[in-house]
C-alpha cells in the first residue's frame, strides 16, 4: 500500500513568487492534514479536510496560503506571493478518521531566497 | 488541548529499554496521549497512543498513571534507527479540533 506522497520534495523559488506543494494521501483516507516547520520551530498544524471540505484553517498563517482538496482525493497547498519567512518543510498527513493515527509524508522542503 | 512537558534529550544504551517521560498534568478526561517521532529529515511517524489504560504494539509500549497527569514510552530493546525526536502530544478526540500540537520533544540518542 502506497504511503502518504507528497511533490516536490525540494522546491527553491523567488521572493514574490508562487508555488504550489502537492499532497496524495492514502487510499480511502477522507481526513487530510497540512503541517509545516519553519527554521527552528516546532511542527505546526495549518488545516484539516474531511473530504473536500475544509473542517479546520485555524492554523493558516495568513491569506497569501491558499489549500484545496478537490474531489476529496489529493489536496495542494499554494503559497502566493511567497515570503522568505515561508521557507520550511511542508508535511501533509491522512488518516482513516478523526482520531486515528496519521501517516505523514516525507514532506516538501521549501526555500524561498 | 492539554500541554506537555518533556526532557530536551536523553541517551540509552543500544538493546536496552528506553523510558521516555512526559508530564502533562493539565489533560482533560476526554483528551488522549499520543506519541509520534520523527526520525532526522524523515515525516513524523506514529508510535502509539492511549487514554487510561497501558497500551503495547509492536512498536513500544505506553505507561499511563492512574491520575493520567504523566506517562512513559517505552522502546523494550532500543536499536540505532530508533534515534529520533519523541514527541508527546495531547490529543481531545471528536472535538472541532483534530491537529496535532507539537512541542520541542525529546531527543533520544541510542549509543552503541
Known amino acids: 500500500e502506497a504511503g502518504v506522497t507528497q511533490f516536490p520534495s525540494h522546491s527553491v523559488i523567488e521572493k514574490g513568487q508562487t508555488v504550489t506543494l502537492r499532497c496524495d494521501p492514502i487510499?480511502?483516507?477522507?481526513?487530510l492534514y497540512w503541517y509545516r516547520r519553519v527554521m527552528g520551530k516546532e511542527i505546526k498544524f495549518l488545516l484539516h479536510?474531511?473530504?473536500?471540505?475544509?473542517?479546520?484553517e485555524s492554523g493558516m498563517p495568513n491569506n497569501r496560503f491558499l489549500a484545496e482538496r478537490t474531489g476529496g482525493t489529493y489536496s495542494t497547498l499554494k503559497v502566493q506571493p511567497a515570503e522568505l519567512e515561508d521557507s520550511g518543510v511542508y508535511f501533509c498527513a491522512s488518516s482513516v478518521d478523526r482520531g486515528t493515527e496519521a501517516f505523514f509524508g516525507q514532506g516538501t522542503r521549501l526555500t524561498v531566497v | 488541548d492539554a500541554k506537555t512537558t518533556q526532557p530536551p534529550s536523553m541517551d540509552c544504551a543500544e538493546g536496552r529499554a528506553a523510558n521516555l517521560p512526559c508530564n502533562h498534568s493539565?489533560?482533560?478526561?476526554?483528551?488522549?496521549v499520543y506519541w509520534y517521532r520523527q526520525i532526522h529529515s524523515q515525516g513524523p511517524q506514529y508510535i502509539i497512543h492511549g487514554l487510561k489504560n497501558n497500551e503495547t504494539n509492536e512498536m513500544a509500549s505506553l505507561i499511563i498513571t492512574e491520575d493520567r497527569k504523566s506517562s512513559t514510552l517505552i522502546l523494550p530493546h532500543a536499536t540505532l534507527r530508533d534515534t529520533a525526536v519523541y514527541y508527546c502530544i495531547v490529543r481531545r478526540v471528536g472535538g472541532g479540533a483534530d491537529g496535532l500540537t507539537f512541542g520541542k520533544g525529546t531527543h533520544l540518542i541510542i549509543q552503541p
Open positions: 493539565t489533560i482533560s478526561g476526554n483528551e488522549y
Open positions: 487510499s480511502g483516507h477522507d481526513n
Open positions: 479536510f474531511v473530504k473536500e471540505s475544509k473542517q479546520d
